[in-house]
């Protein structure tokens, strides 16, 4: 196995999701493919990312519409890195994010949590510089 391709999350509609995660966060529409007359293949990302995106995925059951915003049980779930972090984290909120903290400093790097369009729990995270070990914060 080489990388960990994508990482699905349920949503309630496509193009909310998309306009959140493009127009607030800044990643980058991948692709959007209609599979059928109510189902589509939708993938954004950071922009530049190589690997790893987010599969976003319209809940169709009373069940995966219970779980929007909330797959983790309210721990953060999600963590995007950055290599300057007052920058995005100054455009996230002038774009309208909603950040439950104030950064901070961690043994792991800067760090706020900040919540999505629908209430999932993401860290902004600029990683410290550590050899040998996980740089991501266990909450």
Avoid: C
Avoid at 6 to 14: G, N, T
Avoid at 43 to 66: D, I, K, N, S
Avoid at 103 to 110: I, N, S
Avoid at 114 to 121: A, K, P, T
């Amino acid at each position: 196995m080489n990388h960990l391709g994508l990482v699905a999350l349920v949503v309630r509609d496509y193009d909310e999701a998309v306009d959140f995660y493009v127009n607030s966060v800044g990643f980058e529409l991948v692709e959007d493919t209609r599979i059928d007359e109510h189902k589509r293949w939708v993938v954004v990302a950071p922009r530049g990312a190589r690997e790893a995106g987010v599969l976003l995925a319209r809940a169709v059951t009373p069940e995966q519409e219970a779980r929007i915003g909330d797959q983790t049980g309210g721990r953060v779930g999600l963590f995007l890195h950055t290599d300057d972090f007052a920058r995005d984290h100054d455009r996230m909120r002038a774009a309208g994010v909603a950040f439950e903290e104030p950064p901070r400093e961690e043994p792991y790097g800067t760090v706020a949590v900040f919540r999505d369009l629908y209430g999932n729990r993401w860290d902004l995270l600029q990683p410290a510089r550590v050899s040998g070990g996980s740089t991501e914060g266990g909450r």
